[in-house]
T-cell receptor
Framework: SQTIHQWPATLVQPVGSPLSLECTVE??????LYWYRQAAGRGLQLLFY??????ISSEVPQNLSASRPQDRQFILSSKKLLLSDSGFYLC????????????FGEGSWLTVV | EDQVTQSPEALRLQEGESSSLNCSYT??????LFWYRQDPGKGPEFLFT???AGEEKEKERLKATLTKKESFLHITAPKPEDSATYLC???????????????FGKGTKLSVKP
């Protein structure tokens, strides 16, 4: 069966500091990978998606970037965090089929102070 | 504009008191409608996918149905462990290669009291 791991689970970072959130998927090959953000009182918003190694698409302009150095690894980064970057970040994966279900990781709570 | 609206925002039930959660949507070409359960501080857990009007799916005390404008999540004889936020999301047919661009509602927070 497939599993998705995301870390760290919680972090508190000062404004202007860098960020790196990591996500790995096990039990499948060539998955689509996604980063979502869930802000308080709002629905989940897609930030980035990737259909393969080195292939990243951004859905919204922002202070964040994503990379996919390996088939089942997805990284969310920032060079300088802003207060507005605080939120709950979720990594997710799906198969590459027309009818695909998105499966989410456990999430990472980021507080920028 | 594609959007998803869930109602009610919060629902309090007594154990055993059946009810339904609503998800209404407007989207250009529905590819799929998804229901997730989210516990506090956790990632959403997949429950159901519905693809066409008239489709129904069941899992334990939950049953999801779909029409051309809305979906219902029916909860029969709920238990306290069913307490969670239930999220509805749609996948539109006009999002090119971004199959993960689900449009989420804000969720319904369900509380079941013993």
């Amino acid at each position: 069966s497939q599993t998705i791991h995301q870390w760290p689970a919680t972090l508190v970072q000062p404004v202007g500091s860098p960020l790196s959130l990591e996500c790995t998927v096990e039990g499948t090959s060539n998955p689509n990978l996604y980063w979502y953000r869930q802000a308080a009182g709002r629905g989940l918003q897609l930030l980035f998606y990737s259909v393969g190694i080195g292939q990243i698409s951004s859905e919204v302009p922002q202070n964040l970037s994503a990379s996919r150095p390996q088939d089942r690894q997805f990284i969310l980064s920032s060079k300088k965090l802003l207060l507005s970057d605080s939120g709950f970040y979720l990594c997710a994966w799906s198969l590459r089929t027309m009818r695909n279900t998105i499966y989410f990781g456990e999430g990472s709570w980021l507080t920028v102070v | 504009e594609d959007q998803v609206t869930q109602s009610p925002e919060a629902l309090r039930l007594q154990e055993g008191e059946s009810s339904s959660l609503n998800c209404s949507y407007t989207v250009s070409g529905l590819r799929g409608l998804f229901w997730y359960r989210q516990d506090p501080g956790k990632g959403p857990e997949f429950l159901f996918t519905l693809y066409s009007a008239g489709e129904e799916k069941e899992k334990e005390r939950l049953k999801a149905t779909l029409t051309k404008k809305e979906s219902f999540l029916h909860i029969t004889a709920p238990k306290p462990e069913d307490s969670a936020t239930y999220l509805c999301a749609v996948q539109a047919g006009n999002y090119g290669g971004s199959q993960g661009n689900l449009i989420f509602g804000k969720g319904t927070k369900l509380s079941v009291k013993p």
